[in-house]
């Protein structure tokens, strides 16, 4: 049976990973999730990700998650915005602040996956996929 909806089992995985302080992660493989990851990383919120196959053979994405400290993540929390049942979209002059510019909002645009601020200088609207802080 199908996941519904990749995204969110995606961010799921990477903030209880991030709760119990886990090194790294894995993850359905999917060009968005790929993406999403990119953006992850290009933002500072992961050190990395890799493409793994795990132990029936499939291919995985593997995240690799990453700390300020023993104490501190650097990812404090990661939501959803735009789900299977509410779409939400956005134009460019009103994507969204994220905690007045400290978080991170992921689009999805006309081209490609970019964060709130790149969408907003290439004055380019689309789905709001997640916002991270």
Same mark, same amino acid.
Request: hydrophobic content about 40%; overall charge positive.
């Given at each position: 049976? /199908? #996941?519904?909806?990749?995204?969110?089992? #995606?961010?799921?995985?990477?903030?209880?990973?991030?709760?119990?302080?886990? =090194?790294?992660?894995? &993850? !359905?493989?999917?060009?968005?999730? !790929?993406?999403?990851? =990119?953006?992850? =990383? %290009?933002?500072?919120?992961?050190?990395?990700?890799?493409?793994? =196959?795990?132990?029936?053979?499939? $291919?995985?994405?593997?995240?690799?998650?990453?700390?300020?400290?023993?104490?501190?993540? &650097?990812?404090?929390?990661? $939501?959803?915005?735009? %789900?299977?049942?509410?779409? &939400?979209?956005?134009?460019?002059?009103?994507?969204?602040? &994220?905690?007045? /510019?400290?978080?991170?909002?992921? !689009?999805?645009?006309? %081209?490609?996956?970019?964060?709130?601020?790149?969408?907003?200088?290439? %004055?380019?609207?689309?789905?709001?996929?997640?916002?991270?802080?």
């Amino acid at each position: 049976m /199908g #996941m519904t909806d990749p995204i969110a089992d #995606m961010l799921t995985r990477i903030r209880n990973a991030n709760n119990v302080r886990f =090194k790294n992660v894995d &993850v !359905l493989l999917s060009r968005i999730n !790929l993406n999403i990851a =990119k953006v992850l =990383k %290009k933002s500072g919120y992961i050190s990395g990700y890799d493409i793994k =196959k795990d132990a029936r053979g499939h $291919q995985v994405l593997r995240i690799y998650l990453r700390y300020a400290d023993a104490k501190r993540s &650097v990812l404090t929390s990661i $939501q959803r915005v735009s %789900k299977p049942g509410r779409r &939400v979209y956005a134009r460019s002059e009103r994507i969204p602040k &994220v905690l007045n /510019g400290y978080g991170i909002a992921i !689009l999805s645009t006309s %081209k490609g996956i970019l964060t709130d601020k790149e969408a907003s200088e290439s %004055k380019l609207g689309g789905e709001v996929l997640c916002n991270v802080w």
